[in-house]
């Protein structure tokens, strides 16, 4: 079992920067791939990025790709999403997400994931 809890969403205008951070609790963070998620009213849950065990290997959507950063740091249990030159679109509830897997792989479809954070609200005006 792990919990997740995320921080660090806001209201920021167009053009701004924003980094998430996802603090994982409960077993070896090491062992799991992670990623995150955003859900928008009347939308549903899309990947935003992925991130392997080591964090050697990563994935991004591609309405992301070039703006957004997936890192972590396992030891301190956390996982970061730099967001830069947001945009409205990007506005949404964003959720970490993390998944026991035995190889060095990253995982970017929402139904491989066993664990879920509550989620943080980022907002982005025009």
């Known amino acids: 079992q792990v919990q997740l809890e995320e921080s660090g969403g806001g209201l920021v205008q167009a053009g701004a920067s924003l980094r998430l951070s996802c603090v994982a609790s409960g077993r070896i963070f090491s062992s799991y791939a992670m990623g995150w998620f955003r859900q928008a009213p009347g939308k549903e849950r899309e990947f935003v990025a992925a991130i392997s065990r080591s964090g050697g290997s990563t994935y991004y959507a591609t309405s992301v790709k070039g703006r957004f950063t997936i890192s972590r740091d396992n030891a301190k249990n956390t996982v970061y999403l730099q967001m830069n030159s947001l945009k409205p679109e990007d506005t949404a509830v964003y959720y970490c997400?993390?998944?026991?897997?035995?190889?060095?792989?990253?995982?970017?479809?929402?139904?491989?994931?066993?664990?879920w954070g509550q989620g943080t609200q980022v907002t982005v005006s025009s």
């Open positions: 997400a993390a998944e026991a897997v035995l190889y060095n792989v990253v995982v970017f479809r929402p139904s491989e994931y066993d664990y």
